[in-house]
T-cell receptor, first 112, second 114 residues
Framework: EPEVTQTPSHQVTQMGQEVILRCVPISNHLYFYWYRQILGQKVEFLVSFYNNEISEKSEIFDDQFSVERPDGSNFTLKIRSTKLEDSAMYFC??????????FGPGTRLTVT | GQQLNQSPQSMFIQEGEDVSMNCTSSSIFNTWLWYKQEPGEGPVLLIALYKAGELTSNGRLTAQFGITRKDSFLNISASIPSDVGIYFCAGQSVNAGNNRKLIWGLGTSLAVNP
């Protein structure tokens, strides 16, 4: 069964460093998302991406964040200058034309 | 912003018992999705609901889309130890447009005593 994959599973970085989180969505899906989940809290929407552009972003998704689909398979989230409060699980999700979003296993980002 | 109130926050039950959890919102949703998350993993889609009043089953799981479109419940019958995890409701509001971003509840943590 097709699934969303994410790498790395865990990323440790120092405050102020740039990180790139990678996702490979399900191959025939058209809509892509990033969500984050701070430990013990609910999942929060960051950004949605369709047709090679951002279609919606949340207040969390400030100028430090960017997304890219550099080729036909990868979908990346870049944080330019990480802050302590960026520490969280980051989930990529994708969907076809329906409403059902399928999630990857997540990347745990730890900013020290 | 929109919020989903999910209850109960946690449950500790005996194997074989039935479980019920629900989500409510102050605004109308077009779609309700129920996910399960196990430690260190991403949310796994369990059931999707699209119409008010819809009742859908997936094995021992049953979920309903409330008539008012502001609530949904999930039932698990005859619980087993592998049901352990955090169950999240997530909704797509009528204003979500084609983006269909998900608004999430805080989750119900389920523990099952064998």
């Amino acid at each position: 069964e097709p699934e969303v994959t994410q790498t790395p599973s865990h990323q440790v970085t120092q405050m102020g460093q740039e990180v790139i989180l990678r996702c490979v969505p399900i191959s025939n899906h058209l809509y892509f998302y990033w969500y984050r989940q701070i430990l013990g809290q609910k999942v929060e929407f960051l950004v949605s991406f369709y047709n090679n552009e951002i279609s919606e972003k949340s207040e969390i998704f400030d100028d430090q964040f960017s997304v890219e689909r550099p080729d036909g398979s990868n979908f990346t989230l870049k944080i330019r200058s990480t802050k302590l409060e960026d520490s969280a699980m980051y989930f990529c999700a994708s969907r076809a034309t329906g409403s059902e979003q399928y999630f990857g296993p997540g990347t745990r980002l730890t900013v020290t | 912003g929109q919020q989903l109130n999910q209850s109960p926050q946690s449950m500790f039950i005996q194997e074989g018992e039935d479980v019920s959890m629900n989500c409510t919102s102050s605004s109308i949703f077009n779609t309700w999705l129920w996910y399960k998350q196990e430690p260190g993993e991403g949310p796994v889609l369990l059931i999707a609901l699209y119409k008010a009043g819809e009742l859908t089953s997936n094995g021992r799981l049953t979920a309903q889309f409330g008539i008012t479109r502001k609530d949904s419940f999930l039932n698990i019958s005859a619980s087993i130890p592998s049901d352990v995890g955090i169950y999240f409701c997530a909704g797509q509001s009528v204003n979500a447009g084609n983006n269909r971003k998900l608004i999430w509840g805080l989750g119900t943590s389920l523990a099952v005593n064998p």
